[in-house]
């Protein structure tokens, strides 16, 4: 990874502030996990802590009287669970396509923002795989959905897209986690080599797994991070398709539809880049990295909102179009159903946080604009949450016969429980950017200027005497300070 010079005349800029050092990429990083955790870290984990003990309370309710405490009803029998399930599933996303696909497109702004939302992906997901266990009822009879061989022989169905379903989250949370885990081996190496502490040091030496920062050392890691990007990609585009399939491949109207797969993908990785932008925001505020989380890196992110934001937009405009023209009256009622009917403050919810709100990221003083950033992010995974809502509920809770309509509302057991889902996320995400480096400190490191191997001699004549060569990949130097 070769440092490339930005062209001023196409009004290119550094990715990461030019004049900062390669040691200094180790101090602001490393110092986030060395120093004392400031106050307001402490209140916020508190309080998120307080949320996950509130999920705890949430599932044991649900344990003792049963799925009766959710507002699940006749026809609405899915309801808050898997609008959840699948909202999750969808934060999830930007992680993979930041790590793998970017990195497979040689694309070096997502450096400065990889650990973090592949970070996000592994506990969004956790707080998705939650669900497919509470909402079947008895949790304690969960491991049916796995094919694990019984003295009754009973088998999971593959033929239906809730057993791929656990098949396609699962290997997809085993991926993501070792491909966090292997891009985090040479900042652990780094962080064990500033260590003050005899546990911190033995702690850290032992996730470094004996990393020296060889040559040979390099060469493994770049390859293994090859292959687990190879693997993963796919991935960005199979798990959220089969997702997807829990609906298009059932015979209701509004969910039998071709559209979903590419549908849900867009949508997953839109949502997905709103929740890193809205932490991102506030930790690169509160930390100090703005000299390596630059406008720059920021503008790419909202330009990417932008064209999800469309694709789903258009997404909402095609399935009308399909409704209509495929002549179906159930299909048809259906979507206009969605627009008037007693579910319309969701749906024009929906249309307004995700089809309006990115479109002002047209505009570059909105694209460069923080609170703007900011309030788009948080409308946007609010809307994306109204998505699932829509697409679920108003689909089921009007039948084909009159009779059988009914109205869904969430009970307090499903309203707590979805907010100690957030909880738990947050929970794991302050620890996550108490202990761990928040950003790949060796990935950055070769963005920079002083990591190419011409560098040097210009360097040296600017008498810069803070520039060091630790943990630079193209050096192929040890990571010690």
């Not at 090859?226 to 993963?232: C, D, G, R, Y």
């Not at 179009?321 to 259906?334: I, K, M, P, Q």
């Not at 790949?440 to 040097?456: C, M, N, Q, R």
């Amino acid at each position: 990874m070769g440092y490339i010079v930005p062209i001023k005349e196409l009004g290119e800029s550094p990715l990461v502030d030019p004049k900062i050092s390669l040691h200094e990429v180790t101090d602001v990083v490393a110092k986030v996990t060395e120093n004392k955790a400031p106050r307001g870290w402490w209140f916020a984990f508190l309080f998120a802590a307080s949320f996950t003990g509130i999920l705890g309370i949430a599932v044991g309710v649900l344990f003792w009287y049963g799925v009766g405490v959710w507002g699940n009803n006749s026809p609405s029998y899915w309801a808050w669970d898997i609008t959840n399930f699948v909202w999750w599933i969808g934060i999830g996303h930007a992680g993979t396509l930041i790590s793998a696909v970017l990195f497979l497109f040689r694309q070096k702004w997502r450096t400065a923002i990889n650990r973090f939302s592949e970070a996000m992906t592994i506990f969004a997901v956790m707080c998705a795989g939650m669900y497919p266990g509470l909402h079947v009822g008895r949790a304690w009879y969960a491991y049916y959905m796995f094919p694990i061989p019984n003295q009754m022989s009973l088998w999971p169905n593959f033929k239906s897209p809730l057993m791929w379903d656990i098949f396609a989250v699962s290997t997809y949370f085993t991926v993501s986690l070792l491909f966090w885990y292997v891009g985090l081996i040479p900042d652990f190496a780094t962080l064990r080599d500033r260590a003050k502490t005899a546990v911190r040091r033995k702690v850290y030496a032992f996730f470094a797994l004996g990393w020296l920062g060889s040559n040979r050392h390099w060469q493994n890691y770049e390859r293994a991070y090859l292959i687990l990007a190879a693997f993963s990609t796919p991935l960005v585009l199979s798990v959220h398709s089969v997702v997807s399939f829990d609906f298009a491949t059932s015979v209701i109207p509004g969910w039998h539809t071709t559209i979903f797969p590419p549908y849900f993908v867009a949508g997953a990785v839109f949502s997905g880049f709103a929740m890193v932008m809205t932490l991102m925001l506030i930790t690169r505020a509160v930390y100090g990295v703005k000299s390596i989380v630059t406008m720059k890196h920021l503008e790419l992110m909202n330009k990417i909102m932008l064209t999800t934001g469309s694709l789903v937009g258009y997404a909402y405009g095609m399935e009308f179009f399909l409704a209509w023209y495929s002549g179906n009256d159930y299909e048809w009622f259906t979507f206009v159903n969605r627009a008037t009917g007693p579910y319309a403050w969701a749906y024009w919810t929906m249309i307004s946080c995700n089809v309006i709100t990115p479109q002002i990221f047209w505009f570059k003083k909105m694209r460069t604009s923080i609170p703007v950033m900011f309030v788009a992010s948080i409308l946007i995974n609010i809307g994306m949450w109204f998505e699932r809502f829509v697409i679920i509920v108003t689909s089921l809770h009007r039948d084909f016969i009159p009779s059988s309509w009914g109205y869904f509302r969430p009970t307090i057991v499903d309203v707590l429980t979805y907010m100690g889902t957030l909880g738990f996320f947050f929970t794991a995400f302050l620890l996550f950017i108490r202990w761990i480096p928040m950003i790949a400190i060796a990935e950055v490191k070769g963005t920079l200027p002083s990591a190419d191997p011409h560098f040097g001699h210009a360097h040296a004549d600017h008498g810069d005497e803070n520039h060091d060569t630790e943990a630079a990949p193209d050096a192929a130097l040890a990571p010690g300070e």
